[in-house]
């Protein structure tokens, strides 16, 4: 198995998405990626509320402490991702109202014009691996898709 990609599996679309790890850029970030992609996680992608165009995938605080520490050191932060970025980003418990638990999140950018602007202001993420320009056009197709048919199942491995 290859450490240098984080794979993105879609079984129920039959998409697999390679992602380039930019270790140089947001090491601590990227191996809490391979840490976690190491637990061969099913987890759930939806379409984001407020960040524009991204594929959210919310990383359940179960599987957060199982993966090892996920939260992670400010690295080559964005609050302005372009389309292939992924961005790691995590909130403490009681970051806004209702959110009792911390916040993990896995954010796959596909378009333009997407910012991370939460209900608690910006939020600058980790940007720490890039889709690799052959795999974003039919991603991009399906995390838009997301807007209107629903979450989509997705596993995350190293590749």
Known sequence: MDDRSLVLDFPDDG???????????????CAAMRRLASTAPELLGVHAAFTGRELSIRIPLELALQAGDLVTPPENQTLFPIPGDLVWSHLPAFAWSGVTEPLFDLG?????????LLP?????GNRFAEILPDDL??????????????AKRVGLRLG
């Open 120 to 124: 608690v202001g910006w939020v600058p």
């Open 15 to 29: 998409l697999t998405a390679r992602a380039r790890f930019l270790d140089e850029l947001a090491p601590s970030t």
């Open 108 to 116: 796959v950018f596909y378009g333009r014009d997407s910012r991370l």
């Open 137 to 150: 056009p039919e991603l991009a197709r399906l995390a838009a898709e997301t807007q209107i048919k629903g």
